[in-house]
């Protein structure tokens, strides 16, 4: 009936929150850490297998959503950083793309070596970032489009968390988009040579 039917979608509504105020509340927190010094030492972290793990956690998202997403990827890229770090990298970022390019969206995750760095892209075919929100995309809680990311859950402090840690493991982040096609973001970090950068 009518009654049930208005109680079951508050609490739905009720549990939504829940969940979003818990996922902000844990980005906060990842702030927090990666803001103070309270941080794991870098280590030698192998990037293909990390992506490996986070391509088969979100392909079920992707599924979900009517998302093609698919992965190319090099081995023996090292990086310097913590495996925590490379996780939430690639996972903040193909979760983005996948939530925003929705139903019969492409999204192409690509790990390669550059000279002498490692280069990680994370395509898509969503909307796209209008021009002049793109320098601001990586500021906490920042949102290009306020009402789809309330809807999607989104917390504004994903992109900041990997810029973040990017640059906390001497890498740089950019993005390149344009709206109606998608968009790119390029994340690179110096390559870490176990024989070279240990002499």
Do not use: W
């Not at 927190?29 to 794991?40: A, C, I, V």
């Not at 310097?80 to 990298?89: D, I, L, N, P, R």
């Not at 492409?106 to 002049?132: C, F, M, Y």
């Amino acid at each position: 009936d009518l009654h049930s039917t208005s109680r079951r979608q508050r609490q739905m509504c009720i549990r939504d929150r829940a969940q979003r105020l818990s996922r902000i509340t844990e980005d906060l927190l990842r702030l927090t850490r990666l803001d103070s010094d309270l941080l794991d030492a870098p280590e030698t972290v192998e990037v293909a297998p990390v992506l490996e793990q986070v391509m088969r956690m979100m392909s079920l998202l992707a599924q979900k959503k009517g998302t093609e997403l698919t992965y190319r990827m090099e081995e023996n890229c090292r990086v310097s950083a913590t495996k925590g770090e490379v996780h939430q990298v690639i996972y903040n970022l193909t979760d983005n793309a996948v939530k925003y390019s929705g139903k019969n969206g492409k999204v192409r995750v690509e790990l390669r070596h550059e000279d002498h760095d490692v280069v990680l892209t994370v395509a898509d075919n969503g909307p796209g970032i209008p021009e002049e929100d793109l320098p601001k995309v990586f500021e906490r809680f920042y949102r290009v489009d306020k009402a789809r990311s309330r809807k999607s859950g989104g917390s504004g402090l994903g992109l900041a968390i990997v810029r973040t840690i990017v640059q906390r493991n001497r890498g740089e982040i950019s993005v390149s988009s344009t709206v109606g096609k998608g968009s790119v973001f390029t994340v690179t970090f110096p390559a870490f040579d176990t024989e070279v950068d240990k002499s």
